[in-house]
């Protein structure tokens, strides 16, 4: 009895063993590199691009601004102890409006060039996840992973052939 149940046990582990490699076997799997997407792709530098034209001016205003602001700082370290109560504090004035105008400026700056980055990147990653499904769909990928592979061969690494449809995607506005 103990013979039969083992020869039932042992032929079910290699039927079910026979028809797990039966379906890899069919299972198509694709990986992809997502950050190398999201950093090679042309809507990545278009997106950069927009925003060095939007922000770039404004970013070099307040770098200007803030080598103003260091002069001033160190004319008030050098000439300081020269000059008539008046004058140092007329400087000090001076030095604190516009330490106050430079960082509103500049924490105005920051978020509004979060918020348009957040959006043009946003458009950025719905083109590659756009492309990862129909580098998927036309080459019937059963399944892509994205995340978290810790190998994978050039075989199932399917980034190049993603990254190429992003460059035959239309820019889309950009």
Same mark, same amino acid.
């Given at each position: 009895?103990? #013979?039969?149940? /083992?020869?039932?046990?042992?032929? @079910?582990?290699?039927?079910?063993?026979?028809?797990? /490699? @039966?379906?890899?076997?069919?299972?198509?799997?694709?990986?992809?590199?997502?950050?190398?997407?999201? %950093?090679?792709?042309?809507?990545?530098?278009?997106? =950069?691009?927009?925003?060095?034209?939007?922000?770039?001016?404004?970013?070099? =205003?307040?770098?200007? %601004?803030?080598?103003?602001?260091?002069?001033? %700082?160190?004319?008030?370290? /050098? =000439?300081?102890? @020269?000059?008539?109560?008046?004058?140092?504090?007329?400087?000090?004035? %001076?030095?604190?409006?516009?330490? #106050?105008?430079?960082?509103?400026?500049?924490?105005?700056? #920051?978020?509004?060039?979060?918020?348009?980055?957040?959006?043009?990147?946003?458009?950025?990653?719905?083109?590659?996840?756009?492309?990862?499904?129909?580098?998927?769909?036309?080459?019937?990928? =059963?399944?892509?992973? /994205?995340?978290?592979?810790?190998?994978?061969?050039?075989?199932?690494?399917? @980034?190049?052939?993603?990254?190429?449809?992003?460059?035959?995607?239309?820019?889309?506005? #950009?």
């Amino acid at each position: 009895m103990k #013979r039969f149940i /083992t020869a039932i046990v042992v032929s @079910t582990a290699i039927f079910l063993a026979g028809i797990q /490699t @039966t379906l890899a076997a069919d299972l198509m799997i694709g990986v992809v590199n997502v950050p190398k997407l999201l %950093e090679q792709s042309p809507q990545k530098a278009a997106a =950069d691009k927009a925003l060095e034209d939007r922000f770039g001016s404004r970013a070099n =205003d307040l770098r200007a %601004e803030g080598e103003v602001l260091k002069k001033l %700082e160190e004319r008030y370290e /050098t =000439d300081g102890p @020269t000059m008539s109560a008046a004058q140092k504090a007329e400087l000090e004035r %001076e030095l604190r409006e516009r330490g #106050r105008e430079l960082k509103r400026a500049q924490d105005n700056f #920051r978020d509004d060039l979060n918020f348009a980055r957040n959006e043009e990147y946003g458009k950025v990653q719905r083109d590659v996840l756009q492309a990862i499904v129909k580098v998927s769909e036309d080459g019937k990928y =059963d399944l892509v992973l /994205t995340e978290n592979v810790v190998y994978a061969s050039q075989r199932v690494d399917i @980034t190049d052939k993603v990254l190429q449809q992003l460059r035959s995607m239309p820019s889309q506005g #950009r």
